[in-house]
């Protein structure tokens, strides 16, 4: 079983960067696929970046392709979501999530964190 504990959200204005940490506890962390998701009021979950157990591959919607940079530190059971060029529409509260499955769909995520709040002001 894997623990998730985000930290590092905030309060920023347009054109700011933040840096997202989540900690995990378990054994198994390193064989996790680990992955951040972020809720805006009144929007589903969405999925924002993943990374394979090693680190070797990452994902990105669209949406943040290019500003948002996922990484882990396996050795310190970690991941990272640093968040550059921020807007308004990145605000959201932002999940931390593991599965044990090769995938970025939300719905097959096993374990989550219970979120931090990003607010980006304009």
Not at 47 to 56: E, K, T, Y
């Amino acid at each position: 079983q894997v623990q998730l504990v985000e930290s590092g959200g905030g309060l920023v204005q347009a054109g700011d960067s933040l840096r997202l940490s989540c900690a995990a506890s378990g054994r198994t962390f390193r064989t996790y696929r680990m992955g951040w998701f972020r809720q805006a009021p009144g929007k589903e979950r969405d999925f924002v970046a993943g990374i394979n157990w090693s680190g070797s591959s990452t994902y990105y919607a669209d949406s943040v392709k290019g500003r948002f940079t996922i990484s882990r530190d396996n050795a310190k059971n970690m991941v990272y979501l640093q968040m550059n060029s921020l807007k308004p529409e990145d605000t959201a509260v932002y999940y931390c999530a593991a599965t044990s499955q090769s995938t970025n769909d939300g719905r097959r995520f096993d374990y989550w964190g219970q979120g931090t709040q990003v607010t980006v002001s304009s």
